[in-house]
């Protein structure tokens, strides 16, 4: 009974925190998606320097080990950005390696944010799971927890593949495709729960690297494209709001915990 609530709850976490998202991001103007990426950029940052960093800390019986798993991932996610960059072209002059221009990036950030976001969501499986062993009732709210979380943090990713160059279409797919880490991750929790405690750092650190790198990387530059006064106030506004979102989405989430 406990294996068959960790997948129920991890299939319903996934798919309605994708589909709450998708609402909210999908009812954003075409236009209104580059300025969007500043919300995206705070609310990356607000989900690894206000939850996820915290959490895998805590978690950790090394710090040290932790900071250099986010080091060693912001350097191998640098050498994935370049494997997709000599996917799009192997010459030195070519449109791919410019900077983004206003419609997209050419799939590079939203690359980076799809591999990311499947770690995260094995994670979460893996904490549900983890929940569920302890009792019932602290499963679902965890569950209830992590998918508050969620929600904000995959309207920015949903942002971010759209800002990438993707159709909406397969941004939900994507999206979708990577909610089904989380039932992975909750099964694998299941069977084998002592050796997988021992990762969840490491698997959040990496995860952290991930949307760092994006938010740093690959997004941030762009967002310079813009140094007006009148761009940069209403930048920094979203990305606030976007950090402000995942501030006040953890504090009721941690409330009702």
């Given amino acids: 009974m406990t294996l068959t609530w960790i997948v129920v709850t991890t299939i319903a976490g996934g798919v309605i925190s994708v589909a709450a998202a998708a609402a909210v991001a999908f009812s954003a103007r075409a236009s209104w998606v580059p300025i969007l990426v500043s919300y995206a950029v705070g609310a990356l940052l607000g989900a690894v320097f ?38 799009h072209c192997h010459v030195e002059q070519c449109e791919a390696h410019d900077p983004p221009h206003a419609g997209h990036d050419h799939g590079r950030s939203g690359t980076m944010i799809i591999i990311g976001d499947t770690i995260h969501n094995f994670v979460d499986g893996a904490l549900i799971a983890a929940a569920f062993l302890v009792s ?82 690959d997004l941030i530059p762009g967002l310079h494209r813009r140094p007006e006064l009148q761009a940069t106030v209403q930048q920094v506004a979203l990305i606030a709001l976007g950090v402000f979102t995942i501030w006040i989405v953890g504090e009721l989430a941690h409330a009702v915990a």
Avoid: C
């Fill in 50 to 87: 206000l939850e996820m960093l915290p959490h895998a800390f805590r978690m950790a019986a090394n710090v040290e080990q932790i900071a250099g798993t986010i080091l060693a991932g912001i350097l191998i996610f640098f050498v994935l950005e370049k494997l997709v960059l000599w996917r």
């Fill in 136 to 217: 019932t009732e602290l499963g679902f709210v965890t569950a209830i927890a992590i998918v508050a979380h969620e929600v904000p943090q995959e309207v920015g990713d949903f942002l971010i593949l759209l800002h990438s160059g993707y159709t909406r279409a397969r941004a939900l797919f994507y999206n979708l495709l990577s909610s089904a880490a989380m039932v992975i991750g909750g099964v694998a929790a299941y069977f084998a729960l002592q050796t997988l405690q021992e990762w969840l750092p490491l698997l959040l650190g990496l995860a952290t690297a991930s949307m760092i790198y994006v938010a740093v990387a």
